[in-house]
Nanobody, 125 residues
């Protein structure tokens, strides 16, 4: 089992920044690819970013490319999402997720094995 706890959400003005954290415990964190997804009211959950187990590869949704950065610290069992130049359209509940099965697309939520409870990000215009 893996427990994932997100933090760092909050209210920010458009153009501002937030840094989300996801702390993992349980199964070996360093063997999992990690992803961030988000879900806005009335919309389906969507992929935001992912990072390979080593941190050597990162993946982003087109909508956040150049504004968001995913990183991880395996020594501290934590993954981060630095969000800059936030837009009202970025407002959502953000979830981190862990994927232990290799060879699958990081863009699909069904390929992740464990999920956090989510953290709310609100962006005012």
């Amino acid at each position: 089992q893996v427990q994932l706890v997100e933090s760092g959400g909050g209210l920010v003005q458009a153009g501002g920044s937030l840094r989300l954290s996801c702390a993992a415990s349980g199964r070996t964190f360093s063997s999992a690819a990690m992803g961030w997804f988000r879900q806005a009211p009335g919309k389906e959950r969507e992929f935001v970013a992912a990072i390979s187990w080593s941190g050597g590869s990162t993946y982003y949704a087109d909508s956040v490319k150049g504004r968001f950065t995913i990183s991880r610290n395996n020594a501290k069992n934590t993954v981060f999402l630095q969000m800059n130049s936030l837009e009202p359209e970025d407002a959502a509940v953000y979830y981190c997720a862990a994927a232990f099965r290799g060879g699958l697309s990081y863009y699909l939520d069904r390929n992740y094995d464990y999920w956090g409870q989510g953290t709310q990000v609100t962006v005012s215009s």
